[in-house]
């Protein structure tokens, strides 16, 4: 029998694929330099060497485009986690190090599109599917987290799945405030770390079993 073909590897390495991947890449720069509302699709078609009608087969829209690099984003983080839930770490430090990424992660999104609260707002309802589906995927992994910690004798709780979804809501809510409240000229907001730094040792402090290690969060 003949060697059977990886038909997703085989799509990977397309032309159609290799040409998307480089708007992309184009698009991401253009977008980190000058900001989602200035970039134009003629400037994208002429960085990546196209007509703006053969960029357009690609992505009819600049929100198309900008979906599709959200979306690598998104992937990367979570092959961040996936990464961070498979190390020895102690439970615990596994959310710890979770949220830290998490912060940096939405760092690098906010910046690329240099988006401001008002202009997010408008362009995330466009993104709903996306973001919902992401929340999913981030729920699921704090729920290993937290189920880990169970098994293994560091957190007690009785249902991980619901303190999971608990923990991710806080967090958002924490940096949908700095968003609405916040400097609008600072990327990094040291109050929201203090803030998410805050909550993670309180909320591991009211799960973990060890009465005496308890206050060694706070």
């Given at each position: 029998?003949?060697?059977?073909?990886?038909?997703?590897?085989?799509?990977?390495?397309?032309?159609?694929?290799?040409?998307?991947?480089?708007?992309?890449?184009?698009?991401?720069?253009?977008?980190?330099?000058?900001?989602?509302a200035k970039v134009t699709?003629?400037?994208?078609?002429?960085?990546?060497?196209?007509?703006?009608?053969?960029?357009?087969?690609?992505?009819?829209?600049?929100?198309?485009?900008?979906?599709?690099?959200?979306?690598?984003?998104?992937?990367?983080?979570?092959?961040?986690?996936?990464?961070?839930?498979?190390?020895?770490?102690?439970?615990?430090?596994?959310?710890?190090?979770?949220?830290?990424?998490?912060?940096?992660?939405?760092?690098?999104?906010?910046?690329?599109?240099?988006?401001?609260?008002?202009?997010?707002?408008?362009?995330?309802?466009?993104?709903?599917?996306?973001?919902?589906?992401?929340?999913?995927?981030?729920?699921?992994?704090?729920?290993?987290?937290?189920?880990?910690?169970?098994?293994?004798?560091?957190?007690?709780?009785?249902?991980?799945?619901?303190?999971?979804?608990?923990?991710?809501?806080?967090?958002?809510?924490?940096?949908?405030?700095?968003?609405?409240?916040?400097?609008?000229?600072?990327?990094?907001?040291?109050?929201?770390?203090?803030?998410?730094?805050?909550?993670?040792?309180?909320?591991?402090?009211?799960?973990?079993?060890?009465?005496k290690r308890r206050n060694?969060?706070?």
């Amino acid at each position: 029998m003949g060697q059977k073909v990886n038909r997703r590897e085989l799509s990977a390495k397309t032309p159609s694929r290799i040409k998307a991947s480089s708007i992309l890449a184009v698009a991401k720069d253009r977008f980190a330099r000058f900001g989602f509302a200035k970039v134009t699709m003629d400037e994208i078609a002429q960085d990546v060497g196209l007509v703006k009608g053969a960029l357009y087969y690609y992505f009819p829209t600049k929100e198309q485009i900008f979906e599709a690099v959200i979306r690598e984003e998104q992937d990367q983080f979570i092959d961040e986690i996936e990464i961070l839930v498979g190390r020895a770490y102690a439970a615990g430090e596994k959310l710890r190090r979770y949220v830290e990424k998490r912060r940096l992660y939405l760092q690098r999104l906010v910046s690329l599109g240099q988006l401001d609260y008002e202009a997010w707002r408008k362009l995330k309802p466009n993104f709903q599917d996306l973001f919902q589906s992401f929340e999913r995927r981030e729920c699921l992994f704090l729920q290993r987290i937290l189920e880990e910690g169970r098994r293994s004798g560091e957190f007690t709780l009785a249902d991980p799945r619901r303190h999971a979804r608990l923990f991710l809501r806080t967090i958002k809510g924490l940096r949908l405030l700095d968003m609405l409240y916040g400097n609008p000229v600072e990327r990094v907001s040291s109050t929201l770390d203090q803030e998410l730094r805050l909550f993670t040792s309180v909320f591991l402090s009211a799960i973990h079993k060890d009465k005496k290690r308890r206050n060694n969060f706070l």
